[in-house]
């Protein structure tokens, strides 16, 4: 089959609303600072009828990375599930808008589109209050067949990995795009996430992926180990390829022979480091579609990661196909 998509994503679909506020207006609503809180649906409605004048944009991880690749120029699509309502269509027109293919079918009946309310004070801090709704309802009947076969890399993100039917599903499409001769990649999401789906994970690591993205932290859980070098060498026996990120210390690149270090890229301040992650994988996975040394893989996902920590939210502000260019690297 024609591989019509660089990279083809699977994950959360949820939708950003960034409201600004002041501190009072936390202690109103008794919101956690500076952190992430978990929230039901009627919760979710009451804030967000409180939030002024919010900005609405698709998010997730999964979708970030995948809108990464298309700031750099790639082909990509992304597989996700949102409700029947307004918060879907936003995500949906938000997502085409930006060159994505995304065309799930919503959800008819049960929970609403997931989105993350979130509130930036004065001093930057971002409080994130996240209602999942729809986003979790996400089964193998829902992975779209001829998307993942056109795709040249399936891209796997963690944080869908909580409930047991997103579980198949994620089995459901590697199997799908193996079956087509297409690399498996998997973000390990969150050290939490790992701690809660430890087994599962090493299962489809072992059986079903080919690429692995993690941090520090996640791997060191992932193996349950405080040594570094321990963990490298177990995650190499596991996988064929892995990038593990290690903040301002750069990253380290596993396939067959020796681990590649390579330095993170400098940034002249650190405004909001979500969405790093996200980003890096972006750019890795791009420079992989074009079939570039492993380094200069990990030097693009450096250059998408301090684009994005320069300024507040997960998403390029800068086209990222400009400063790969501007880096003096060829598509």
């Keep these: 089959m024609e591989t019509r998509f660089d990279v083809v994503g699977l994950g959360n679909a949820i939708v950003d609303m960034i409201a600004a506020v002041d501190e009072d207006f936390l202690g109103r609503f008794d919101i956690r600072k500076n952190g992430m809180t978990l929230i039901d649906e009627a919760r979710a409605d009451a804030l967000t009828a409180a939030a002024p004048q919010p900005r609405q944009l698709s998010g997730g991880s999964g979708a970030n990375t995948i809108a990464g690749i298309a700031s750099f120029g790639g082909t990509a699509a992304y597989i996700g599930k949102v409700a029947d309502d307004e918060l879907g269509g936003v995500f949906r027109e938000d997502m085409n808008a930006g060159g994505i293919a995304f065309d799930t079918p919503p959800l008819g009946k049960g929970p609403a589109t997931a989105r993350s309310i979130i509130f930036v004070t004065p001093d930057g801090a971002r409080s994130m209050n996240t209602f999942l709704g729809a986003s979790v309802l996400f089964s193998p009947d829902d992975v779209q067949e ?5 795709g040249g890399i399936l891209y796997l ?6 409930e ?3 579980k198949a599903a994620f089995v459901h499409a590697s199997e799908i795009a193996k079956a087509a001769g297409r690399k498996v990649a998997l973000t390990l999401s969150d050290s ?16 079903h992926v080919d690429i692995v993205f993690a941090n520090e932290d996640e791997l060191l859980s992932l193996y349950q180990s405080s040594d570094f070098d321990s963990a490298v060498k177990s995650l190499q026996a596991d996988t064929a390829l892995a ?9 380290v690149v596993i396939s067959g022979g020796d681990p590649i270090a390579v330095p993170a890229e400098p940034v002249d301040q650190v405004i909001d480091t979500t969405g790093a992650g996200d980003q890096y994988a972006a750019g890795f996975l791009f420079g992989l579609s074009r079939e570039l040394p492993l380094p200069v893989c ?23 196909s400009e400063l790969m260019e501007k880096a003096g690297i060829a598509k």
């Design 157 to 162: 993100e963690g944080y869908l990995f909580d």
């Design 192 to 207: 939490f996430c790992v701690e809660r789906h430890r087994d599962s994970f090493l299962h489809l690591i072992r059986n």
């Design 298 to 320: 990990a030097r693009l996902g450096h250059i998408a990661a301090a684009e994005v920590i320069s300024h507040y939210g997960p998403r390029p502000e800068t086209p990222l």
């Design 243 to 251: 990038a593990v990120t290690r903040s301002e210390k750069g990253s």
């Design 146 to 150: 001829d998307v993942v076969k056109s």
């Design 164 to 166: 047991e039917a997103a």
